[in-house]
Every structure is written in C-alpha cells, then in structure tokens.
Nanobody
Framework: VQLQASGGGLVQPGGSLNLSCAAS????????IGWFRQAPGREREWVAS????????KYADSVKGRFTIARDDAENTDYLQMNSLKPEDTAVYYC???????????????????WGQGTQVTVSS
C-alpha cells in the first residue's frame, strides 16, 4: 500500500492548485482517503476526506467552499482542488488511507495507517 502526493507549489493569494494522491497496491475506490495539512509549529490538521465507495465527502470549515475532492477510479487517484487560496493555507499537505478498519472518525488522524510523503503548498505574494 503506497500513496504518492504531488502538485504542491508556490501560488499567490487567490490562486489555485490541484493536489494529487496516487495510490498503488490497492484499489482506492474501496478505501477512505483523508487529506491533512501541517504548518510549521502547528499540529496536523484535517482538511477533507472521502469515504470508501464515494459515500461521503467532508470538508473542514476553514476550506469549505474553496476546496473540492475528486476521485478518478480509472487513474486510482484522488485530487484536492484548492481555489481562492489564502496565506493561512500554507502547509505541507498529506493524503492518508485507512488500511485496517477502525472506528475512529474520518477527521481523526489516528484513523489512517498509511500516509503519503507530503507536498508543500506555499501561498504568498
């Protein structure tokens, strides 16, 4: 089970980025994927998640209306489209999956036992 996050970069406030989370070794459609971010000196923060079989998509209040999750089953890849970016969105972004079933909430990092390596997003003028 491997996840590869990519697509980060430097963007001006108000700009957009589309992060990718490519899965290998498993079929992503049948798994919950969570997106998290961590800014320097801050704890890891849940951003969004999509549950197994695309049943449920959730967003943190801080990104609701600006970020959108999409799942491409043919590519076995999830995407996090980020629009209207703000300087406070600057962080390393991670995608993660729940390999072994557990009862933790999708917003809880303890739910996820396989993590991608992270991709840096910097929003600055």
């Amino acid at each position: 089970v491997q996840l590869q996050a990519s697509g980060g970069g430097l963007v001006q406030p108000g700009g957009s980025l589309n992060l990718s989370c490519a899965a290998s070794g498993f079929t992503l459609h049948f798994y919950t994927i969570g997106w998290f971010r961590q800014a320097p000196g801050r704890e890891r923060e849940w951003v969004a998640s999509i549950s197994a079989n695309n049943r449920r998509i959730k967003y943190a209040d801080s990104v609701k209306g600006r970020f959108t999750i999409a799942r491409d089953d043919a590519e076995n890849t999830d995407y996090l489209q980020m629009n209207s970016l703000k300087p406070e969105d600057t962080a390393v972004y991670y995608c993660a999956t729940e390999v072994y079933y557990n009862d933790y909430d999708e917003m809880d990092a303890r739910k996820y036992d396989a993590w991608g390596q992270g991709t840096q997003v910097t929003v600055s003028s």
